[in-house]
């Protein structure tokens, strides 16, 4: 009795290198999918976050530091310090923690440049702290973290851009914070259809970043200060 040879199968048809380009070509399909995937349910909740208004009682509000001009804050930090300052008015927070060191050849730091701001809005003083530290959001936090726990404080009401607040809120917990936000709605980050697809894309990198590598990404802001 004799037996037909089985026909040859497909890898044997291709080769060694043939099997090994459709093998390659299917792992890098699944590859740009995770990544694909991943960078999209990242931008997903930097927008759903980004929605949060978490009004409820904590130690202190928290202003994130953006840019300044000789003791003036720039639309961007002054849009985060009305937010600052309508929260305390409401009784969010009994003390203020302004943030943000300065760049060679500032006379102020952010945090000064904020406390003054404040002060002018009605905030006294002595319930204002200005953590004068802090060249990115990373060093900020830990500032603040270091400040407050000196303080006596563990809980923090974070103020910043919408786009900001996932990143920040994660720092913050991840520094031992009880954080949550209550992000500004006013000023450039929020103008334009334009300036909030900027801060979702620049926030999901930044985020992506931080978690892979646990360093600050503070990509630049072009929507305006």
Do not use: C
């Not at 002060?119 to 990115?136: F, N, Q």
């Not at 892979?212 to 200060?225: K, R, V, W």
């Amino acid at each position: 009795m004799s037996y037909a040879a089985a026909p040859p199968g497909r890898d044997d048809r291709l080769g060694f290198a043939g099997t090994l380009a459709r093998w390659t070509r299917r792992v890098v399909v699944g590859v740009i999918l995770i990544v694909l995937l991943l960078v999209g349910g990242t931008a997903v909740r930097v927008w759903q976050v980004a929605r949060i208004d978490d009004t409820r009682a904590a130690d202190a509000i928290v202003v994130l530091g953006a840019a300044q001009y000789a003791g003036t804050p720039s639309s961007v930090f002054e849009a985060r310090l009305e937010q600052a300052a309508k929260l305390f008015e409401k009784g969010v927070a009994p003390t203020v923690v302004t943030v943000g060191g300065k760049q060679d050849g500032d006379l102020y730091t952010e945090a000064a440049s904020g406390k003054n701001y404040l002060i002018s809005r009605g905030v006294p003083e002595d319930r204002i702290i200005a953590v004068e530290e802090g060249s990115d959001t990373l060093r900020s936090i830990e500032g603040v973290n270091r400040v407050m726990g000196e303080a006596g404080m563990s809980s923090a009401v974070l103020v910043s851009d919408p786009w900001h607040s996932l990143r920040t809120r994660t720092m913050a917990r991840d520094a031992g914070l009880d954080a949550w936000t209550a992000p500004t709605r006013q000023g450039p980050a929020v103008f334009t259809r334009e300036s909030q697809f900027h801060g979702i894309a620049r926030e999901t990198g930044a985020l992506l970043w931080y978690q892979l590598t646990h360093f600050s990404a503070d990509f630049p802001y072009d929507a305006g200060q």
